[in-house]
Protein backbone atom coordinates (compact mmCIF):
# COMPACT_ATOMS: atom_id res chain seq x y z
CA UNK A 1 0.00 0.00 0.00
CA UNK A 2 1.44 3.79 -1.10
CA UNK A 3 0.02 7.43 -0.33
CA UNK A 4 -0.64 9.38 -2.50
CA UNK A 5 -0.79 13.45 -1.16
CA UNK A 6 -1.15 15.07 -4.61
CA UNK A 7 -1.32 14.53 -8.35
CA UNK A 8 2.24 14.64 -8.58
CA UNK A 9 2.99 11.67 -6.48
CA UNK A 10 -0.25 9.80 -8.26
CA UNK A 11 1.56 10.16 -11.22
CA UNK A 12 5.32 9.53 -9.89
CA UNK A 13 3.74 5.87 -8.58
CA UNK A 14 1.93 4.90 -12.14
CA UNK A 15 5.11 5.57 -13.82
CA UNK A 16 7.19 2.80 -11.32
CA UNK A 17 3.91 0.57 -11.95
CA UNK A 18 3.93 0.90 -15.83
CA UNK A 19 7.99 -0.39 -15.57
CA UNK A 20 6.67 -3.75 -14.81
CA UNK A 21 3.79 -4.29 -17.01
CA UNK A 22 4.00 -6.47 -19.78
CA UNK A 23 2.06 -8.16 -22.98
CA UNK A 24 -0.77 -9.97 -21.67
CA UNK A 25 -1.25 -7.89 -18.76
CA UNK A 26 -4.34 -6.60 -17.55
CA UNK A 27 -4.84 -3.69 -15.06
CA UNK A 28 -7.85 -3.36 -12.68
CA UNK A 29 -8.42 0.55 -11.28
CA UNK A 30 -11.23 0.34 -8.74
CA UNK A 31 -12.02 3.59 -6.65
CA UNK A 32 -14.79 5.81 -6.74
CA UNK A 33 -15.45 8.68 -8.55
CA UNK A 34 -12.56 10.82 -8.15
CA UNK A 35 -10.58 8.74 -6.55
CA UNK A 36 -7.59 9.37 -9.28
CA UNK A 37 -7.65 5.74 -11.37
CA UNK A 38 -7.85 8.53 -14.78
CA UNK A 39 -4.71 10.21 -13.50
CA UNK A 40 -3.02 6.97 -12.41
CA UNK A 41 -3.88 5.21 -16.18
CA UNK A 42 -2.84 8.89 -18.11
CA UNK A 43 0.72 8.53 -16.26
CA UNK A 44 1.11 4.66 -16.99
CA UNK A 45 0.59 4.79 -20.47
CA UNK A 46 2.73 7.83 -20.92
CA UNK A 47 5.11 5.90 -19.45
CA UNK A 48 4.76 2.90 -21.74
CA UNK A 49 4.29 5.37 -24.21
CA UNK A 50 8.12 7.29 -23.62
CA UNK A 51 6.01 10.81 -23.37
CA UNK A 52 5.08 12.73 -21.11
CA UNK A 53 3.14 14.93 -23.13
CA UNK A 54 0.93 12.31 -25.06
CA UNK A 55 -2.42 13.76 -24.98
CA UNK A 56 -4.51 10.64 -22.94
CA UNK A 57 -8.35 12.11 -22.85
CA UNK A 58 -10.57 9.86 -20.88
CA UNK A 59 -12.35 7.03 -22.88
CA UNK A 60 -15.59 8.14 -20.81
CA UNK A 61 -17.59 8.40 -24.31
CA UNK A 62 -15.45 6.22 -26.51
CA UNK A 63 -15.46 3.14 -24.12
CA UNK A 64 -11.71 2.64 -25.29
CA UNK A 65 -8.91 4.38 -26.62
CA UNK A 66 -5.75 2.83 -28.14
CA UNK A 67 -2.06 3.57 -28.17
CA UNK A 68 0.86 2.35 -29.45
CA UNK A 69 4.38 2.03 -27.17
CA UNK A 70 7.13 -0.20 -27.62
CA UNK A 71 6.00 -2.27 -24.52
CA UNK A 72 2.92 -3.43 -27.05
CA UNK A 73 -0.13 -1.93 -27.79
CA UNK A 74 -2.17 -0.31 -24.87
CA UNK A 75 -6.03 -0.22 -24.40
CA UNK A 76 -7.23 1.83 -21.75
CA UNK A 77 -11.08 0.92 -21.37
CA UNK A 78 -13.41 2.87 -19.15
CA UNK A 79 -16.38 1.25 -18.32
CA UNK A 80 -18.87 3.49 -16.65
CA UNK A 81 -21.16 3.68 -19.36
CA UNK A 82 -21.28 -0.19 -20.16
CA UNK A 83 -24.74 -1.44 -20.26
CA UNK A 84 -24.36 -5.14 -20.35
CA UNK A 85 -20.79 -6.63 -19.90
CA UNK A 86 -21.16 -8.81 -23.28
CA UNK A 87 -20.89 -5.40 -24.96
CA UNK A 88 -16.83 -5.59 -24.52
CA UNK A 89 -16.06 -8.15 -26.56
CA UNK A 90 -17.81 -5.37 -29.29
CA UNK A 91 -15.03 -2.97 -28.02
CA UNK A 92 -12.22 -5.40 -29.39
CA UNK A 93 -11.86 -6.73 -25.88
CA UNK A 94 -10.02 -10.02 -27.44
CA UNK A 95 -7.68 -8.63 -29.63
CA UNK A 96 -6.77 -6.01 -26.50
CA UNK A 97 -6.06 -9.18 -24.38
CA UNK A 98 -2.45 -9.01 -26.72
CA UNK A 99 -1.44 -6.08 -26.14
CA UNK A 100 -1.79 -4.01 -22.60
CA UNK A 101 -4.84 -3.24 -20.81
CA UNK A 102 -6.35 -0.94 -18.17
CA UNK A 103 -9.77 -1.07 -17.29
CA UNK A 104 -11.60 1.67 -15.43
CA UNK A 105 -14.98 0.71 -13.24
CA UNK A 106 -13.80 -2.94 -13.81
CA UNK A 107 -16.93 -4.23 -11.41
CA UNK A 108 -19.30 -3.49 -14.78
CA UNK A 109 -17.44 -6.89 -16.08
CA UNK A 110 -19.87 -8.66 -13.56
CA UNK A 111 -17.05 -8.82 -11.24
CA UNK A 112 -14.99 -11.90 -12.41
CA UNK A 113 -12.36 -11.67 -15.57
CA UNK A 114 -11.58 -15.41 -15.84
CA UNK A 115 -14.56 -15.55 -18.73
CA UNK A 116 -13.23 -13.11 -20.47
CA UNK A 117 -9.83 -14.46 -21.10
CA UNK A 118 -7.47 -12.50 -19.16
CA UNK A 119 -4.65 -14.57 -18.32
CA UNK A 120 -2.60 -12.25 -16.10
CA UNK A 121 -4.20 -9.04 -13.92
CA UNK A 122 -3.00 -6.69 -11.29
CA UNK A 123 -5.73 -4.62 -9.42
CA UNK A 124 -5.16 -1.19 -8.45
CA UNK A 125 -7.42 0.28 -5.59
CA UNK A 126 -7.92 3.98 -4.75
CA UNK A 127 -9.69 4.91 -1.38
CA UNK A 128 -10.39 8.58 -1.01
CA UNK A 129 -9.04 9.31 3.11
CA UNK A 130 -10.72 11.62 4.83
CA UNK A 131 -7.53 14.29 5.05
CA UNK A 132 -7.91 14.18 1.04
CA UNK A 133 -5.02 11.60 0.58
CA UNK A 134 -5.44 8.68 -1.48
CA UNK A 135 -4.86 5.45 -0.48
CA UNK A 136 -3.62 3.16 -3.55
CA UNK A 137 -3.62 -0.70 -2.60
CA UNK A 138 -1.43 -2.63 -5.72
CA UNK A 139 -2.02 -6.62 -6.00
CA UNK A 140 -0.78 -8.76 -8.28
CA UNK A 141 -3.66 -11.26 -9.28
CA UNK A 142 -4.15 -13.75 -11.59
CA UNK A 143 -1.50 -15.69 -13.42
Known sequence: MV???SENDTIRI???FARNLTRGDVVLLDGDLGAGKSVFARAVIRALAEDSE?????????LVQTYDSKAGEIYHFDLYRLKDPEEIFELGWEEALSGIVL???PERLGG???GYGAKKSKSVR???RDDGTREIMIEEGME
Open 54 to 62: LDVPSPTFT
Open 14 to 16: ATN
Open 103 to 105: VEW
Open 3 to 5: FSA
Open 112 to 114: HLD
Open 126 to 128: FML
